[in-house]
């Protein structure tokens, strides 16, 4: 028995070949969000990169992706797939039902997403039964890559960052006005490309607007979302992705202000999948 399992961002999307119960393969695509791909420009991109080493004799597909918000959605993920593997059974679904397997397997618990986007629901060991909508890095999104990003690049344009940041920022990332404003407002998934300069943040830690800026923005992403589900003090809450895995410390500091009892933290989603999919 074969089974494939992918974790998809808007970013990067994580593959494991499991075989036999067994690890086998893993590999690394470009994010796989229906939002943005076609079914054809994911195929092509799978059979150079995974084909080789799964071979097309793959039983199931278990794909979590960004993007897959709906049946319609998981239909461009599950045409690729099935020109790949003829015949598969694939099942798609929402990258936070993935974060929340990832998280809790057959648990109950609040799951949140803190990577290129974000989001948060309650989880009840086998369906999201509760959620609040991300509404994307222009209208919701907190504390993502993304919004981060937007801030950082907002404060730095408009002189809101301190000059000795502004001036690291400077040589760190060539920033010209136009340029920007061009990969924003113009170009294809803006959110993946402000995401890029978050990192930044976490390098700066230390400086008194880096850690006001985290602060204000994961406090925002708890009382958007995660204090909207309810009675949220009843459940675990755990988080994935990189902004979550980066700022934990100040994630342990909020999780007890609001009265969690306990959380965890996983940077990457796709190693409790296979966990979870193995059993």
């Not at 995974?50 to 199931?60: A, F, K, N, R, Y």
């Amino acid at each position: 028995m074969k089974k494939l399992v992918a974790d998809s961002g808007s970013t990067k999307a994580d593959w494991r070949l499991i075989e036999d119960g067994e690890d086998s393969c893993s590999f690394q695509t470009k994010g796989m969000n229906p939002f943005f791909r076609t079914s054809e420009d994911m195929f092509l991109e799978l059979k150079e990169k995974i084909l080789p080493c799964s071979g097309q004799d793959v039983d199931e597909v278990f794909f979590y992706g960004a993007g897959v918000v709906d049946q319609q959605k998981g239909e461009i993920v599950r045409t690729a797939l099935g020109q790949l593997f003829p015949g598969v059974k694939a099942e798609t679904h929402s990258d936070v039902l993935g974060a929340s397997r990832a998280l809790f397997g057959n648990q109950q618990g609040i799951a949140c997403i803190l990577g290129t986007g974000s989001n948060a629901c309650l989880y009840d060991g086998k369906e999201i039964t509760a959620k609040i909508p991300p509404l994307g890095f222009i209208l919701g999104d907190e504390c993502s890559g993304g919004v981060l990003g937007r801030k950082l690049i907002g404060d730095y344009f408009k002189e809101v960052m301190p000059e000795k940041l502004r001036s690291l920022f400077r040589e760190q990332f060539t920033i010209d006005l136009s340029v920007v404003l061009e990969r924003v407002y113009r170009m294809e998934r803006p959110n993946r490309y402000l995401a890029g300069f978050t990192p930044f943040i976490s390098q700066h830690i230390d400086e008194p607007y880096c850690r006001l800026l985290i602060l204000e923005s994961l406090t925002e992403f708890f009382e958007r979302n995660v204090l909207k589900i309810p009675d949220y003090q009843k459940y675990s809450i755990g988080f994935v992705g990189s902004v979550a895995f980066y700022f934990n410390n100040f994630i342990s500091d909020l999780t007890t202000k609001y009265g969690f009892k306990d959380y965890r933290i996983l940077k990457e989603p796709i190693t409790g999948l296979v966990e979870y999919h193995k059993n």
